[in-house]
């Protein structure tokens, strides 16, 4: 499966359309490169990106559409323009991957221009956190956080104010007196015998 259409073919000769890309453009798509490249991964460089991360990013700056440029499109590109052998890419593998892409996500544009539309969509974006779970306190899960409505043992789990007591709450602290527990005559057998 080809992803490059018949029309969009790259000549030889840089022109100066890609001579402007490589001026303005390229300090800011590749602030996004590094940026995206060291999201999950806090010892990453952010000289090399994952596919997990590649990903991500063209997700998340539109060059993936889910029509034109697929996420299989997306994996098929990254697997194409890495070293054999690499889990990662670097900025010019990045760039051979964008030149793929680019024609099959902006079709009737020449390569030039659909480059130029491709850069300018990762421009200055930074990875989000899209999907992230946020606390929330509305209909039953207000009920169930409310420590003042617990009885029984997981009322003990919780003080007066309604902060957790942690372990001290969670477990069955032994006292070692030598009678079961709850013995209502314990420390009597000295009186009475």
């Known amino acids: 499966m080809s992803v490059c259409p ?3 073919r790259w000549s030889s000769a840089p ?3 890609t001579s402007f890309l490589h001026s303005s453009k390229m300090s800011g798509v590749e ?19 994952t596919g997990k991360n590649f990903s991500k990013m063209c997700k998340e700056c539109g060059v993936m559409d889910g029509k034109a440029v697929t996420s299989t499109d997306i994996d098929i590109v990254f697997n194409k323009v890495k070293t054999k052998g690499a889990r990662t890419i670097n900025f010019a593998e ?5 030149k793929e892409l680019c024609c099959k996500r902006f079709q009737g544009k020449s390569p030039e221009e ?26 039953g899960v207000k009920r169930l956080t409310d420590t003042s409505k ?17 372990l001290a709450g969670r ?23």
């Open 94 to 98: 990045f760039q051979q991957a964008m």
């Open 150 to 166: 617990y009885t029984g043992s997981h009322k003990e789990r919780f003080d007066e104010s309604g902060k957790g007591k942690g």
């Open 31 to 49: 602030n996004a490169f590094h940026k995206f490249a060291i999201y999950g991964d806090t010892s990453a460089s952010g000289n090399n990106m």
């Open 114 to 139: 659909a480059l130029q539309a491709v850069y300018s969509l990762i421009e200055g974006k930074e990875p989000g956190s899209v999907g992230t779970t946020k606390a929330t306190k509305v209909g």
């Open 15 to 17: 022109s100066l359309q």
């Open 6 to 8: 018949a029309a969009c």
């Open 171 to 193: 477990q069955d602290l032994a006292e070692n007196s030598g009678y079961v527990g709850a013995y209502k005559g314990a420390g009597t057998y000295d009186q009475t015998h």
